[in-house]
């Protein structure tokens, strides 16, 4: 990324996003419709010919080869349970246009990328992993927490004597969008933030510590205005919203953060929040599991790029901070194929973009 690419917002890329959707269900005639809401989305279905309009063709034949590659489609959209396009079609959530799942297999599940046994050179070269590594989508790879458990008690047929199981660390089932090999990534497209959780969530991982220097990791203060409506997404955090005479004021926390206020002297008018949840989760879900980490975003959203470097700027541990990295959407398709270049510039906008 250049000092001269534009600096996009999530709502200005989705409304992109959408006129591109638009034009491209109008012209090829693909099975599609419109979420509800305020700022629709463009929903993609299989049609009768069996074209699914959110996927690249190739892509989408590999897809419905793989089982699990397959199985990874079936999650409903949220949208569904208010509306449906028609009697025989529930929306999933890798239908939508905005779906950054989607782009993700678009490009891994297209055989120039991956061809069943391998990744192409100039992919696994770009990425630093192995060319057999496997891509395997949506998996689970548990990040330790500090709690631990004691194991269950045995049947008394089976304890002969011996005391129960040895204690095990809970882990928290953080998902991670993409493996391949020992690296593990994250993909952004129109998602508004990383998340954000109250101190004590982040303050619950076993390694949080031995990675972050916690002082430094990035923090967002809610200021409590009682005439401004609730203004920030609680929907994706694990602690519970705060109470209703708390009503956080995004505009006053712009004042102070530019030093034209001054912070709130009393401590029930402003919450702190940790900005970047889940990365930092991402980051320990990489340490636990001794792999490298790759958050793969669109060089328009500034904002994003931002929130990453200042997560990576609080890892202390440099050996570890080595496996950590950043790609753009734009950077990663200088090495695919002609015709996924193709149909990422036009249904996405993306542009390869040398990141040399």
Same mark, same amino acid.
């Given at each position: ?27 090829? !005639? ?11 989305? @463009? ?69 120039? @990328? ?8 100039? @992919? ?137 206020? !001054? ?94």
């Amino acid at each position: 990324m250049t000092n001269s690419d534009p600096s996009w917002s999530s709502t200005l890329l989705r409304r992109d996003l959408s006129a591109r959707a638009h034009h491209l269900a109008r012209t090829q !005639k693909l099975l599609h419709d419109l979420s509800p809401g305020a700022t629709p989305v @463009v929903i993609f279905g299989r049609d009768e010919q069996g074209r699914h309009g959110n996927f690249h063709p190739a892509s989408d034949t590999s897809i419905c080869a793989n089982p699990a590659w397959l199985h990874r489609l079936t999650k409903p959209h949220t949208a569904s349970r208010r509306s449906r396009a028609r009697k025989d079609w529930q929306w999933m959530e890798l239908d939508s246009a905005n779906s950054s799942d989607a782009l993700l297999m678009n490009i891994f599940c297209h055989p120039g @990328v991956f061809n069943g046994h391998t990744l192409a050179p100039a @992919v696994a070269n770009l990425l630093n992993v192995e060319a057999t590594a496997q891509p395997c989508f949506g998996i689970n790879p548990g990040v330790p927490l500090k709690t631990v458990r004691k194991g269950r008690s045995k049947l008394p047929s089976e304890l002969s004597g011996r005391a129960n199981l040895p204690a095990s660390v809970l882990k928290d089932r953080t998902e991670i969008d993409l493996q391949l090999g020992n690296l593990f990534l994250e993909a952004k497209l129109t998602e508004s933030n990383f998340q954000t959780a109250a101190p004590r969530l982040i303050e619950r991982y076993r390694d949080l510590e031995t990675i972050f220097d916690v002082a430094r990791l990035p923090r967002k203060t809610l200021y409590a205005t009682p005439s401004h409506p609730a203004a920030e997404d609680y929907s994706q955090l694990e602690d519970p919203p705060p109470s209703p005479s708390f009503r956080p004021d995004p505009e006053r926390a712009q004042r102070v953060e530019g030093g034209m206020e !001054k912070p709130a002297s009393l401590p029930e008018t402003s919450r702190t929040l940790i900005n970047g949840y889940q990365l930092i989760r991402n980051v320990l879900a990489a340490f636990a599991s001794d792999a490298g980490f790759c958050v793969l975003c669109d060089a328009r959203r500034r904002d994003l790029i931002e929130i990453w470097y200042s997560v990576l700027s609080a890892v202390h541990s440099r050996t570890f901070a080595t496996r950590l990295k950043l790609l753009t959407w734009q950077e990663l398709a200088t090495a695919l194929p002609q015709d996924l270049q193709q149909f990422l510039e036009a249904k996405y906008g993306i542009l390869p973009t040398d990141c040399r």
